[in-house]
């Protein structure tokens, strides 16, 4: 008991001292790039154009006009990635939201650092090219199946940085929509819609009028006049002077895409020109205007089935196309008469006929009889019809990235749950039948071949102390830790073990679900099956050596917090990428270390476990939580009984016979003794019907 | 950065007019933003779908001037004429060309669009650099019928000091075009119509300065601390000196035009003594209410 206080003091201290140095917060976080930096990621024909905010810029087209935005996403979309630091990537848009280029500015995503290297996340940017932001991405998963019926967009994932590039993506999409919301007003929640030809109401144009269907501009002469004044053009109309009061344009506006709208105003010849042309094609949405002034809509110029000149729409804040449909058009009576056009425009094209959009009129002066200069004023109109008369498609929106996280990942997540359930109970309720079965040595070995190979190599739920800087950066520097969520297989893991600490402390994860602790065991079965010679620490080396995993940790907190780029390095004193992220095919020293590791157990046994992993430091910690004493023992357990200390492979037992929770791995060995008749010492003696001598002041070994 | 209200002191008087107007059921009223500022708008009397349209056509005007002057939209005219250094412009955007240099004139130059390279250099927080003067002043901006040009590299205009009030100005001209003249219209200044409103004139310090009762006028406050620059200066900026010590806390001018009594207030802050507000005020200002930064008013 005194030693587990001392344990747990030494500790508290350890943590204390990281917090403590956390304090201060000096957060590394990324400084913004220069100018001179981002300009380096713009390529031909852009160029960088001004500032629009932190490490935003326009893109600037040969034509010198504004044609997309340039940005990095690190201060839009401060997202933190699986090392807590932001994946900071340099993203292209159009200003009609298509991807230029994402390219990658900075990161510290452990599995890119090394292991993988940065390809194939330089690999995984450069699928978004072309993409739009309107679009419904979608990181696929090489896990789960892609539905090709969804209008979802899947991006290649890449396998085992599943996290990371979520993280990416979030990053890209979180930014570029940011400066969409900030520059494009309007795109990136676009729904479509189309006429739903099942709503038919009897409508006449005084309904149209008086529900707001039709819309009704009205630009008097006085007005246009007012908007040339004090320019060369203020007297070359004399029409405006003279008859100020009079409508210079006088325009309604009818979306003629709903067939109850359309027979409103639309004698039937016409009608049936409108059907026709709408077969042809089904996607555009076609709009009546008729002009009852003198303004007339279109130039002399103009030439049927071409834009109009002097017409022009936006939506959005982003211009809409306008064409003219060529209909010859007789308008019912009762419909104001006038120059009357229907103007198509392609929903294909991001035209949304149940919001507002806006028709633009230019009025257009001339100065001068030859060669005369043009004065223009545009006035606009906003036009909304309906929405009861559109079916109206809500965008598809793709699930929260944590529960795709957990969609992609069924089976896998299945399968987990029945390996931790099977795990808990055999070492719960069922601990001394389990422990006492004749073959329970292959079964252990068994499951933990299970572990290794679908915990660890398939599922890549090798659980790491990356994720605990993670949160410890998270939490010191207040940064968001949904990063925690994308990684569904080692959420689950990491959730039974946080719930095993209260039953068993850290025994559950370091003796049964860590899957580079199987492979030590393996190597030591091995070493054992070639007979070689095991080292034995001796005890008071043991007990200094045991604590040196906490000062691993206390440094990995520490430079986590300070050295980010150091700690990249440092976290590499885990093997686990090595063994298994990258199935020991990395370069020659991590693998070298990682299968030294595994050499070293097969004459020290679990050497790194016990004495370096700053993982298990932490379950260590964690093991605090511990509610209960769940190996049991019997008075003679210590004194005089050694029996199970020196069964103990992990040296978890002291010579009082008390159990060190906090390094025990929950082999279950000194439970099977315990329970056997045949190896429990005071059990074999009470079969002979003795008993064990009275304690002596100092224990003796007893050799099996 | 966005300057979002250039005047940190509003002549803060919509509800004191509407309630001295008495506000009828009638009465179209709307309200929102426009040229980054509040903005608002009372129609008086007629038929209520006339006053729809009418509504319509002013909104419509609002968002014409903020393509056309926004210094922040990278693509309204202005932009395209800072970032081009010329421009081929439309009539409403010579009309206030017209405007802001007889304001020059009028203020010997005390008013002057080109002194935005002095403002984004302080806007950036860093000092003024002698050097920026070569390409600040009103006289190396040449219009050539409807071709704006600047002949000097480098230059670039605000018109932060006048937009305000010439989008007042046509905002009420498009009201009265659709038959509607007793307006109450606040797009940055004010403008009231056929009828009298009571409008009352902020202090520096929030208080109430003064009360003007108007008709068929125009009334712009220009404040020293309206916004200020990252340095701590006022973002009044003197076209000549950089560092000068500025006339007054504000500046109220009461004039025929939004436009007018908007760039007379700004230039107004830039002159130290009454010298120039008196012979304003025997031209083109009705009235003027000055305000030193102890509070002290005068009222020509």
Redesign the interface.
């Known amino acids: 008991m005194g030693g587990l206080f001392k344990t747990l003091i030494k500790m508290l201290t350890a943590l204390a001292l990281c917090l403590a140095a956390a304090l201060p917060l000096l957060a590394a976080e990324g400084k913004l790039m220069t100018r001179e930096e981002a300009a380096s990621f713009v390529e031909p024909p852009y160029m960088l154009?001004?500032s629009?905010g932190p490490g935003a810029w326009?893109l600037i087209n040969l034509d010198?006009r504004?044609a997309g935005y340039g940005f990095e996403s690190e201060p839009l979309a401060p997202l933190p990635g699986f090392s807590g630091a932001p994946i900071n990537i340099f993203v292209q848009i159009t200003i009609e939201g298509r991807f230029i280029d994402t390219k990658l500015v900075s990161h510290n995503e452990p599995i890119f650092v090394s292991g993988l290297g940065e390809a194939p996340l330089r690999a995984f940017l450069s699928q978004y090219k072309g993409r739009s932001i309107t679009d419904s991405l979608v990181v696929g998963v090489p896990y789960g199946g892609k539905n090709d019926a969804s209008s979802l967009v899947y991006l290649d994932g890449v396998t085992k940085a599943t996290a990371s590039v979520r993280i990416a993506h979030e990053s890209i999409l979180g930014a570029a929509q940011a400066i969409a919301r900030e520059k494009m007003e309007g795109l990136g929640a676009r729904s479509s819609a189309r006429p739903d030809p099942a709503v038919q109401e009897a409508l006449t144009w005084d309904d149209l009028v008086a529900k707001g269907i039709a819309t009704?501009?009205?630009?008097?002469?006085?007005?246009v006049?007012?908007?040339?004044?004090?320019?060369?053009?203020a007297d070359d109309d004399p029409e405006a002077l003279d008859n100020?009061?009079a409508a210079y344009l006088d325009l309604w506006v009818v979306d003629v895409g709903p067939p109850s709208v359309a027979a409103a105003v639309f004698e039937k010849d016409t009608l049936a020109q409108l059907k026709q042309f709408l077969s042809i094609s089904p996607d555009a949405e076609p709009v009546l205007v008729i002009e009852a002034g003198r303004h007339g809509l279109v130039t002399d110029e103009f030439i049927r089935n071409t834009s109009p000149d002097l017409l022009s729409a936006e939506q959005g804040g982003l211009p809409v196309a306008l064409r003219d449909a060529d209909l010859s058009i007789e308008l019912k009576s009762g419909v104001p008469q006038g120059v009357a056009l229907v103007l198509r425009t392609d929903r294909r094209l991001g035209f949304n006929p149940a919001a507002e959009w806006t028709l633009k009129v230019r009025a257009l002066?001339a100065h001068g009889s030859f060669q005369p200069?043009m004065?223009?004023?545009?006035?606009?109109?906003?036009v909304t019809t309906p929405e009861r008369f559109f079916i109206v498609e809500e965008a598809v929106r793709a699930d929260p990235l944590w529960m795709q996280a957990i969609s992609s990942r069924i089976p896998d997540l299945a399968a987990l749950a029945i390996l931790l359930a099977l795990v808990f109970t055999a070492n719960g309720p069922l601990m001394s039948r389990f422990a006492g079965l004749a073959n329970y040595r292959a079964i252990r070995l068994a499951i933990l071949a299970v572990v290794t190979g679908f915990v660890g190599w398939w599922g890549q739920g090798q659980l790491s102390i990356v994720t605990v800087l993670g949160v410890v950066r998270g939490v010191a520097q207040g940064a968001d830790m949904s990063f925690l969520l994308y990684d569904s297989f080692a959420l689950l893991l990491w959730i039974a073990v946080l719930v095993s600490f209260v039953i068993w402390g850290r025994a559950l994860f370091c003796g049964w679900l860590c899957p580079f602790g199987a492979m030590q065991e393996f190597a030591d079965v091995l070493g054992r099956w070639l007979r070689l010679p095991q080292l034995s620490v001796p005890a008071k080396l043991d007990a200094v050596l045991v604590n040196l995993k906490y000062v691993v940790l206390a440094l990995l907190v520490a430079t986590a917090l300070y050295a980010p780029a150091l700690n990249d390095k440092l976290v590499e004193v885990e093997p686990f990428k090595t063994a298994v992220t990258t199935f020991f095919v990395r370069e020659w020293y991590y693998v070298a270390y990682a299968g030294g590791l595994l050499l070293l157990s097969m004459v020290l046994f679990k050497g790194f476990c016990r004495y370096l992993c700053p993982l298990g430091a932490v379950m260590a910690i964690g093991g605090l939580l511990r509610g209960r004493k769940w190996i049991a023992r019997r008075a003679e357990c210590g004194s005089p009984c050694q029996l199970c200390k020196v069964k103990c492979s992990y040296k978890a037992i002291k010579p009082s016979g008390a159990i060190a929770y906090n390094e025990c791995f929950g082999c279950l060995d000194c439970v099977r003794i315990h329970d056997d008749v045949r190896q429990c010492v005071p059990l074999v003696l009470a079969g002979k019907g003795r008993a064990l001598p009275q304690p002596r002041p100092r224990a003796t070994q007893v050799t099996a | 950065m966005k300057v979002s209200r250039r005047r940190f002191l509003a002549i803060s008087a919509v509800a004191a007019g509407a309630a001295a107007l008495g506000l009828r059921d009638r009465d179209l009223h709307w309200q929102g933003v426009a040229l980054g500022a509040d903005a608002s708008l009372t129609l008086s009397g007629g038929d209520p779908q006339k006053a729809q349209?009418a509504l319509?056509?002013a909104l419509?005007t609002i968002?014409?001037m903020e393509r056309l002057f926004s210094l922040y939209d990278?693509?309204s005219a202005l932009s395209v004429l800072n970032?081009?250094g010329s421009l081929e412009a439309?009539?409403?955007f010579?009309?206030l060309m017209?405007?802001a240099g007889e304001t020059h004139r009028l203020t010997g130059g005390l008013f002057d669009p080109t002194v935005q390279p002095l403002f984004a250099r302080a806007l950036a927080g860093h000092q003024p650099d002698p050097a920026l003067y070569d390409r600040i002043g009103w006289h190396h901006v040449s219009i050539n019928?409807?071709r704006i040009s600047y002949e000097r590299p480098g230059m670039a205009m605000t018109l932060n000091g006048i937009a305000q009030g010439f989008a007042t100005d046509?905002v009420s001209?498009?009201l009265?075009?659709?038959?509607f003249t007793a307006t109450l219209v606040n797009v940055g200044e004010f403008k009231i119509g056929n009828r009298s409103a009571s409008i009352g004139v902020a202090g520096t310090n929030g208080d109430l300065a003064g009360q003007l009762t108007l008709e068929n006028a125009a009334v712009a406050t220009s404040a020293s601390n309206g916004f200020m620059l990252p340095g701590g200066g006022s973002h009044i900026l003197h076209p000549q000196m950089a560092s000068v010590a500025l006339g007054w806390a504000s500046a109220t001018v009461v004039a025929p035009t939004a436009a007018m009594a908007d760039a007379l207030s700004t230039a107004l802050i830039l002159s130290p003594g009454e010298e120039l507000a008196r012979s304003l005020v025997s031209g083109p200002a009705r009235t003027i209410v000055l305000q030193d930064t102890a509070g002290q008013t005068v009222t020509l």
């Open positions: 154009g001004e629009i326009e010198s504004v009704r501009r009205l630009v008097t002469n006085s007005e006049q007012a908007a040339f004044t004090g320019t060369k053009f100020p009061e002066r200069e004065g223009q004023v545009d006035f606009s109109t906003p | 349209i319509a056509a419509d968002r014409r990278p693509a970032r081009a439309e009539p409403e010579l009309r017209a405007i019928s409807s046509r001209e498009t009265a075009a659709h038959g």
